[in-house]
């Protein structure tokens, strides 16, 4: 069924199915998947969320809660059939042969457990080494994985970690026995971008320089471009397409991969149309469509998919395998298919004369304090915004981007005036903003959070929800038409209007989102704020709430203040787009002119860091990998804050933080080094 | 580690003085009048000028903060002042009886430690079986049940058997530690069975919810063998709520004694309690919910430095 050699082959899954037995039914989380890991290979298990990839991780491990029914042809393991041994030889595997990196390093580690314990006994239980053999080991695995002070971080708790460096940590305890296979479940998605591009290097060339195979399970397209030799994309518990990463990304051939790879904004590409969108969701797996699980979704779907299509090699190569009826057409016409209308982004000029918000030197300083010692309680300063100014016109979308703790958010919060801000100057609409005169704006100033799950009161319907601001604000005192306002508004951004008897927990994230979105329009608002809207959604949702918010954009001439980690999700929806750091801003310009021409180091090493889902590109990047963490803010680096980790820093950086200054058109870069970096 | 146990028990001082100092004010809004109850106790007609004389010689005729003054100077010299009933020293009067209630307490814990461990850590890790329903049931018990009336259960349980009850007049722990054992055992387990239960429903929910976290999913995927992924792992993690637990419902078990030492007719400090109600002898009753309230922040005091040795969290928190 595939290309590796009989003699290469690690990992031989034969028809694995996985059961959860539950009151009201049964899922098949797992449906007669097959698929090959070579020795020294590393495979991406590629899906959205809840179509069983780590479930496939964790019934190989037999790691599954007890209600789970695993049962398979074979899983030949080394030669071995891991599927019939028992469950003492199955532990002697584990963390011996085959281990395991979670996805959460902030909860995976025992937090009573000191990091040398929890190290050494991987060797201590399967290779009964002496207590002070194990502790040689520990250290020099802690000094592997980059840990820097390996012999005294042993005594340390998980507390006194950073997250990428529990990472690091798990990292190490994997690797501690030397095994075949290290599974790795989504184990950068909890992390930054820069944190996550050092954890995938590291592991990439570790594996690399021990022969061992990597199983990563992830949901991100550009990871799995930057470090698979082969992939499994997974769709409703099935494997919908595998075989060679270079070859699936050249010529993807199922309807879904495709769709997948087209909704995906793309940092490399200049800012384009409207994001390809796969319609609807994915099924609910108690009772799946019949036939291929794809139908009710795919736009190539025909008679034939009520029956279920089996892998097939195309193109001629072994190596590449796919499960539709349709895939000459859909490799064929790929690029057409999902473009259901081509309109562009709102091409009307953005008048530049009126701002709707100005920004001025904002500043919002957070005073904590904490014992430092036995009576004594020391206090500092968090910067977390420090003197950021900007403005946003009428029909604009500003993105705010840079990594947790850069204070994009408290940014938002400020201008809401959630926090009270504890410096500077903000006008919206000409009138200035304090706490007395927000009240007035606050209508035309709505928010839409990150959180599609909590951020709706799970004890109202949809309809009170979105009829409560309406009533507050007297916007339609009639209950006649306000009733009418709701379902105009529910219709506007693509929900039912029946759906007002519904609970929030009866709506999938997607849909909650736009009851968000719903609720930040019914004040017809002139301006939103998006904190992370799209983080908590999978990639074909992510696109249609994407979509959602340009057309609403270019029909209501809204502006956004856009703010996100993800930059390309950024690039793609913003006119202008400012790089944040430790409370400052690095770097702002156009869109198109920022990404093509990045001035900044930081913002340069942000992009590198982002990885890009084609694997010709990808691997002919040339990176500038940022060193070490975030600094703590309470105790920021002299000078530039970002020279702790710059790679081209020089003494004079350290003496006093750079000024913004122009380095183009509407561009502007906080550095000192702007035209010698621009030569190099 | 050594700083957070200075600060901690240095903590405990100003808790005691306004423990102290509350106990005081509250016990004198309480009606009712010693002497009258006093004098009239032999029956007869008492005048007027009688109970004022005898409150005088008392000094409950001088003013209300002088007699705050005298009870605070004389705290931190161990002098609780004089039982207006008995007119003894308060502070020799509760000593006399203290050893006998300390041991009941501390059978009591030990008894529903050694009961609430297996029956919770049991419960949790067959969850769902006929055993957890079995232990359910019984702890669920120990919550519904008071302990005085499980105390009269007992005592006719022993009529019904053995025929008898325990010898009258307590036997000192050193003098004859068999009898001294048997006397007390009874009552401990009658106020030990609601401590227990409340623990052990505790530890199982804390092992449930702590087997379901991710670290134990990584001591699984190391090849951990599985019983020391629930000892080391689990438990560790699971005590801490179980312990704040254990520290809050002593506050109970101290209730509970004072009813069942009256059940079992033990001179304990329980029965003292009772007594000096009854009296309103207010020297006595202040000394005594002093004394209690020590022992309460005492034990939380124990809760809150094992509490840090078990979670380096705490420990090391700046």
């Known amino acids: 069924m595939s290309n590796i050699d009989d003699k290469n082959v690690l990992l031989d899954v034969k028809n694995l199915n996985v059961e959860f037995k539950l009151k009201n039914g049964t899922v098949r989380a797992v449906d007669n998947i097959s698929f090959q890991v070579g020795k020294g290979e590393f495979l991406a298990i590629v899906g959205e969320s809840g179509c069983g990839k780590s479930v496939t991780a964790l019934s190989l491990m037999r790691l599954l809660p007890r209600i789970a029914d695993i049962s398979a042809d074979h899983i030949k393991f080394d030669g071995v059939d891991i599927s019939k041994v028992t469950e003492s030889e199955m532990r002697k595997l584990r963390g011996r042969r085959i281990s395991m990196i979670f996805q959460e390093p902030m909860t995976s580690l025992n937090p009573v457990l000191t990091i040398g314990d929890q190290l050494t006994e991987p060797l201590l239980t399967h290779l009964e080494m002496s207590e002070k053999e194990a502790n040689a080991r520990t250290i020099e695995l802690l000094g592997m994985v980059g840990i820097p002070e390996p012999e005294k971080r042993l005594t340390q708790y998980p507390h006194q970690f950073s997250g990428g460096m529990r990472q690091r940590v798990m990292i190490a305890i994997g690797l501690a026995c030397e095994p075949d296979l290290i599974i790795a479940d989504e184990p950068t998605t909890a992390l930054d971008v820069t944190i996550q591009a050092q954890i995938l290097e590291l592991l990439k060339d570790i594996s690399s320089r021990l022969g061992v195979a990597v199983i990563m399970i992830t949901h991100n397209l550009g990871v799995v471009a930057a470090y698979a030799d082969r992939v499994n994309v997974m769709y409703a518990a099935r494997i919908v397409e595998q075989g060679d990463a270079n070859q699936i990304f050249e010529k993807p051939s199922h309807p879904y991969t495709i769709g997948l790879l087209r909704s995906v904004p793309r940092m490399d590409k200049p800012r384009g149309g409207r994001l390809a969108t796969i319609d609807g969701l994915p099924p609910n797996l108690m009772s799946p469509p019949v036939g291929c699980r794809f139908k009710p979704r795919c736009p190539l779907a025909g008679d034939a998919c009520d029956n279920v299509p089996v892998l097939e090699t195309q193109h001629g190569k072994e190596d590449h395998l796919a499960a539709c009826f349709f895939t000459d057409k859909a490799s064929k016409d790929g690029s057409t298919i999902y473009l259901a209308e081509t309109s562009t982004h709102s091409s009307a000029e953005i008048n530049k004369e009126n701002p709707l918000l100005v920004v001025d030197g904002l500043e919002q300083y957070f005073s904590v304090s904490f014992r430092s010692g036995w009576l004594s309680n020391t206090s500092g300063t968090v910067k977390a915004v420090d003197g950021v100014s900007f403005e946003v016109y009428p029909g604009q979308t500003v993105g705010l981007v840079g990594e947790s703790g850069c204070g994009k958010t408290s940014v938002g919060r400020a201008i809401l005036h959630l926090n009270k801000a504890t410096g500077g100057k903000m006008q919206f609409n000409d009138v200035d903003l304090n706490s007395n005169s927000v009240a007035l704006v606050r209508q035309d100033m709505q928010v839409i959070f990150q959180d599609p799950f909590s951020s709706l009161n799970p004890r109202m319907t949809i309809g009170e929800i979105l009829e409560e601001p309406l009533k507050v604000h007297n916007i339609v005192l009639d209950p006649q038409e306000r009733e009418e306002k709701i379902s105009d508004l529910l219709l506007k951004v693509g929900l039912y209007p029946y759906m007002r008897e519904r609970y929030p927990h009866e709506l999938s994230g997607g849909q909650r989102q736009r009851v968000g979105i719903a609720r930040a329009l019914s004040m017809e608002p002139k301006l939103i704020i998006c904190d992370e809207p799209v983080s908590a959604l999978d990639v074909s949702v992510q696109a249609q709430i994407i979509n959602l918010l340009e057309d609403l954009q270019r029909e209501l001439g809204i502006a956004y203040l856009f703010i996100a980690h993800d930059l390309a999700v950024v690039k793609h929806i913003s006119h202008k787009v400012i790089v944040m750091y430790l409370g400052k801003i690095m770097e702002f310009g156009e869109g198109d002119d920022l990404y093509s021409n990045p001035r900044h180091p930081y913002t340069r090493a942000l992009m590198d860091a982002a990885p890009i889902p084609d694997p010709q590109i990808e691997r002919n990047r040339v990176k500038i990998v940022l060193k070490g963490e975030l600094p703590s803010p309470l105790n920021p680096p002299k000078g530039c804050v970002f020279s702790s980790r710059c790679n081209f820093v020089t003494d004079a950086c350290r003496a006093e933080m750079p000024q913004l200054q122009e380095c183009g058109n509407e561009h502007q870069a906080a550095c000192i080094k702007l035209d010698e970096l621009e030569n190099a | ?318």
């Not at chain 2, 018990?141 to 009269?152: E, K, N, T």
């Not at chain 2, 020391?228 to 704040?244: D, E, F, Q, S």
């Not at chain 2, 030492?261 to 309103?280: A, C, Y």
């Open chain 2, 1 to 318: 580690m050594l700083s957070y146990a200075i600060r901690r028990i240095l903590l405990t001082i100003p808790t005691l003085i306004a423990v102290a100092v509350l106990v005081f004010f509250v016990l004198r809004v309480v009606p009712g009048d010693i002497v009258e109850i006093k004098l009239t106790a032999e029956g007869g007609m008492v005048s007027e000028e009688e109970i004022m004389s005898e409150k005088e010689r008392l000094g409950l005729n001088d003013p209300i903060m002088v007699q705050f003054y005298k009870y605070m100077i004389g705290l931190p010299q161990g002098d609780l002042g004089i039982s207006l009933w008995t007119e003894n020293n308060v502070s020799s009067e509760i000593a006399a009886r203290i050893g006998l209630s300390f041991e009941l307490a501390v059978l009591s814990t030990v008894l529903a430690v050694l009961i609430a461990f297996p029956l919770g850590t049991l419960s949790a890790l067959f969850r769902g079986s006929i055993l957890d329903y079995v232990i359910r049931l019984l702890t669920i018990g120990g919550i519904a049940v008071p302990s005085f009336w499980l105390g009269m259960l007992i005592i006719m349980m022993l009529l019904a058997t053995v025929g008898k009850l325990p010898p009258l007049g307590t036997v000192g722990l050193l003098e004859d530690p068999l009898t001294n054992l048997y006397q007390l055992i009874w009552p401990a387990l009658s106020v030990g069975y609601r401590y227990s239960s409340v623990t052990a429903r505790m530890l199982r929910s804390s092992i449930l919810e702590v087997l379901s976290e991710d670290y134990i999913r990584t001591a699984r995927a190391k090849g951990v063998f599985e019983r020391i992924v629930i000892v080391k792992h689990g438990m560790r993690n699971a005590l801490l709520p179980t312990v704040t637990v254990i520290g809050l419902e002593f506050a109970f078990l101290l209730g509970g004694l004072v009813v069942t030492e009256s059940v079992f007719n033990l001179n304990g400090i329980g029965k003292l309690f009772v007594d000096s109600v009854v009296r309103n002898d207010l020297n006595l009753l202040q000394g005594l919910v002093l004394t209690v309230a020590t022992g309460f922040v005492l034990i939380n005091l124990i809760v809150d430095l094992l509490y840090a040795a078990l979670d380096p969290r705490i420990r090391y928190q700046k």
